[in-house]
């Protein structure tokens, strides 16, 4: 059974601070994704990263996938209330396996 | 806005009733997945639908079953509702593509077992 761990579980920093949040696995993915959800609405996808130990900046967003495809993190710099939310990591294989979450609030 | 929809919002069920879930994916997207997701937890996939036949199955039991229709709208149904069956549903349409695939989730419906 392939699963994902996410840390912290939960994350409240003041506006203007940076964070960095993990996502890690045991099992090798094809490509990983990164959602973020808000309250009553359904996860939105951020970036997919494919290739180990690929980068990609998505305004002051900026997301790392392994060298062994295994884990990611999630940068924010300068983080802004309208951050505020779920962060979900995907597993892409056959199907896609989600991790549980870090849940961050922003605080103005 | 992700153009996908899902009917009821919200719905409140008793113990070993049938409940009806409804998705209208995006128009083109040929496949829809269905995922639980309890509170406090990340969506756990239910199965996946692909030219309106099932294509993967998750780690859930007979009685959570679905349907794809062609015009792009989907059903997932669950008997004999059980009160650990309360999460919130989500379907998910995409177009399979070479790496990356893409979902669009729609809002979800939230169900209540009591």
């Known amino acids: 059974t392939q699963l994902l761990e996410q840390s912290p579980q939960f994350l409240s920093i003041q506006e203007g601070e940076n964070l960095t949040v993990y996502c890690n696995s045991s099992?090798?993915?094809?490509?990983l994704q990164w959602y973020r959800q808000e309250p009553g609405e359904g996860p939105v996808l951020l970036v997919t990263?494919?290739?180990?130990?690929e980068v990609k900046k998505l305004k002051r967003l900026t997301f790392q996938f392994g060298d062994a495809r295994k884990d990611s993190s999630l940068h924010i710099t300068a983080a802004q209330p309208g951050d505020t939310g779920l962060y979900l990591c995907?597993?892409?294989?056959?199907?896609?396996?989600f991790g549980p979450g870090t849940r961050l609030s922003v605080l103005p | 806005e992700t153009g996908v929809t899902q009917s009821p919002t919200h719905l409140i069920k008793t113990r070993g009733q049938q409940v009806t879930l409804r998705c209208s994916s995006q128009?083109?997207?040929?496949?829809v997945s269905w995922y639980q997701q309890a509170l406090g937890q990340g969506p756990q996939f239910i199965f996946q639908?692909?030219?309106?036949?099932?294509?993967g199955r998750g780690n859930f039991p007979p009685r959570f079953s679905g349907l794809q229709f062609p015009n792009y709208s989907s059903e997932l149904n669950v008997n004999a509702l059980e009160l650990d069956d309360s999460a919130l549903y989500l379907c998910a349409s995409s177009y399979p593509g070479t790496g990356g695939e893409t979902q669009y989730f729609g809002p979800g419906t939230r169900l209540l077992v009591l």
């Open positions: 128009s083109g997207h040929n496949t």
């Open positions: 995907a597993g892409v294989d056959q199907n896609f396996v």
């Open positions: 639908y692909y030219r309106e036949e099932e294509n």
């Open positions: 990263v494919v290739t180990g130990g």
């Open positions: 099992s090798v993915f094809s490509s």
